[in-house]
Nanobody, 123 residues
Framework: VQLVESGGGSVQSGGSLRLSCLAS????????MAWFRQAPGKEREGISC????????KDADSVKGRFTISRDNAQNTLYLQMNSLKPEDTAMYYCAAVASWSCSLNRTDFTYWGQGTQVTVSS
């Protein structure tokens, strides 16, 4: 399984971005996908997870009401719509996938990772 993120960039506080993650390979084994982020000097944080089959989602409190995870199985693509961005959202954002129905925000639960896309929010 290969994951390639795109859509990162620089935006002012209050702005929006949409991240994409194109998946390829043996996708029939993938049941859950998620977005994580890591700011300099901080641990990688799970922010949103989605189950591919039924689109059940789980979000971190820090992004509830601002970020929305979604997937397009026909396009093998995972999305993260980010609205009302804040400077503290600045981080490298990673796409992750796992062959499990248990959709979590724990980075150790995920097997496959993309290379990341940088998001920078200025005040």
């Amino acid at each position: 399984v290969q994951l390639v993120e795109s859509g990162g960039g620089s935006v002012q506080s209050g702005g929006s971005l949409r991240l994409s993650c194109l998946a390829s390979g043996d996708l029939y084994i993938i049941y859950s996908m998620a977005w994580f982020r890591q700011a300099p000097g901080k641990e990688r944080e799970g922010i949103s997870c989605i189950r591919r089959a039924d689109a059940w989602t789980k979000d971190a409190d820090s992004v509830k009401g601002r970020f929305t995870i979604s997937r397009d199985n026909a396009q093998n693509t995972l999305y993260l719509q980010m609205n009302s961005l804040k400077p503290e959202d600045t981080a490298m954002y990673y796409c992750a996938a796992v062959a499990s129905w248990s959709c979590s925000l724990n980075r150790t639960d995920f097997t496959y990772w993309g290379q990341g896309t940088q998001v920078t929010v200025s005040s």
